[in-house]
């Protein structure tokens, strides 16, 4: 079935650092790609999704690239910010026809 | 706009006994999910509704977990009886349609603890 394969965290950067957060999947077919971030205290939010090869999603500075050939999604910011502290997770929808998320990755952002 | 809703917040049972949980999707969303997150691992889907119909529920433990949503609006999740692999975060979700295309709102969840 679906799966999603993400790096582990936990991420500790400084403010302005530029982040990288590897995101895999395994699908059959060309399932759309997502990022999901859950805030402390709150609910998942869509950050950003893409549903075809090459396409770029992108949302407060925040950007993936769908790239086909490596099976990849890998979310990238290039300054963060202390409000960024929050797991992000990747996710994709396919055959399956349900979202299935990645385990997470948790980034902390210090002043 | 309202968000999903998703009550009690926390809950503490001990094992072998049954909780219920209760989500209220944004109003007009068709399509409503329970997802079980447990600590440390990615959110996995247990069932999903379309309007009052069950669409997938292939991840549900049926000896135990049971959920329904009358009227294709709010929804309730039991669980009965407990176990200690239970203890999870319950997340309830919503979407205006069932396509690959669409934005899922999630509520905060209920934290469950089995002891």
């Known amino acids: 079935g679906d799966s999603v394969t993400q790096m582990e965290g936990p991420v500790t950067l400084s403010e302005e650092a530029f982040l990288t957060i590897n995101c895999t999947y395994t699908?059959?077919?060309?399932?759309?790609l997502f990022w999901y971030v859950q805030y402390p205290g709150e609910g998942l939010q869509l950050l950003l999704k893409?549903?075809?090869?090459?396409d770029k999603g992108s949302n407060k500075g925040f950007e993936a690239t769908y790239r086909k050939e490596t099976t990849s999604f890998h979310l990238e910011k290039g300054s963060v910010q202390v409000s960024d502290s929050a797991v992000y997770f990747c996710?994709?929808?396919?055959?399956?026809?349900?979202?299935?998320f990645g385990s997470g990755t948790q980034l902390t952002v210090l002043p | 706009e309202a968000g999903v809703a998703q009550s009690p917040r926390y809950k503490i049972i001990e094992k072998r006994q049954s909780v219920a949980f209760w989500c209220n999707p944004i109003?007009?969303?068709?399509?409503l999910y329970w997802y079980q997150q447990i600590l440390g691992q990615g959110p996995k889907l247990l069932i999903q509704?379309?309007?009052?119909?069950?669409?997938?529920d292939s991840q549900l433990p049926k000896d135990r977990f049971s959920a329904e949503r009358l009227k294709g609006v709010d929804s309730t999740l039991k669980i009965q009886p407990a176990k200690l692999e239970d203890s999870a975060v319950y997340l309830c979700?919503?979407?205006?349609?069932?396509?690959?295309?669409?934005?899922?709102?999630f509520g905060s969840g209920t934290q469950l603890s089995v002891l």
């Open positions: 893409a549903t075809k090869a090459d």
């Open positions: 109003s007009g969303h068709a399509t």
């Open positions: 996710g994709s929808w396919g055959s399956a026809r349900q979202l299935t």
């Open positions: 699908a059959t077919g060309y399932p759309s």
């Open positions: 979700a919503s979407s205006t349609g069932s396509s690959s295309f669409e934005k899922l709102f």
């Open positions: 509704f379309q309007n009052n119909g069950v669409v997938d």
